[in-house]
């Protein structure tokens, strides 16, 4: 089932994206990017992780994606699949945790 959910997965990191890109206006000088999506093993619930631009404004663009509910029923008429997984949207960290470890390696090299 891996192999199945792995390609529902980027369907929906797909589909998703391009109607996030048409249909939600972030504010200036925004950008939101999706870099992963975990679907449940029932289908019922995806996971979006959301990598925001700048890291500040964070906190009001996963605000704008979670209360536009525009954006979930445009998902359901695109997917043809039963159960229609509903989505939950996240912040992704990953680049801000990575730029934490570098920062402190470049001290850890700074003191020796």
Same mark, same amino acid.
């Given at each position: 089932m891996g192999n199945r959910l792995d390609k529902i997965n980027e369907l929906i990191k797909k589909e998703l994206g391009e109607l996030i890109v048409r249909n939600i206006d972030f504010p200036e000088g925004c950008l939101a990017t999706i870099t992963d999506v975990? @679907?449940?093993k029932d289908l019922r619930h995806a996971k979006v992780l959301i990598s925001a631009f700048p890291a500040d404004q964070s906190e009001k663009i996963l605000n704008t994606l979670s209360r536009d509910k #525009? *954006?979930?029923?445009?998902? #359901? $008429? &695109?997917? @043809?699949? $039963?159960p229609l997984p509903k989505i939950h949207y996240a912040l992704d960290d990953t680049e801000n945790e990575a730029a &934490? *470890?570098?920062?402190?390696l470049d001290r850890i090299g700074d003191s020796r």
């Open positions: 975990f @679907v449940s #525009h *954006i979930q029923g445009e998902l #359901h $008429r &695109k997917l @043809v699949m $039963r &934490k *470890i570098e920062e402190l």
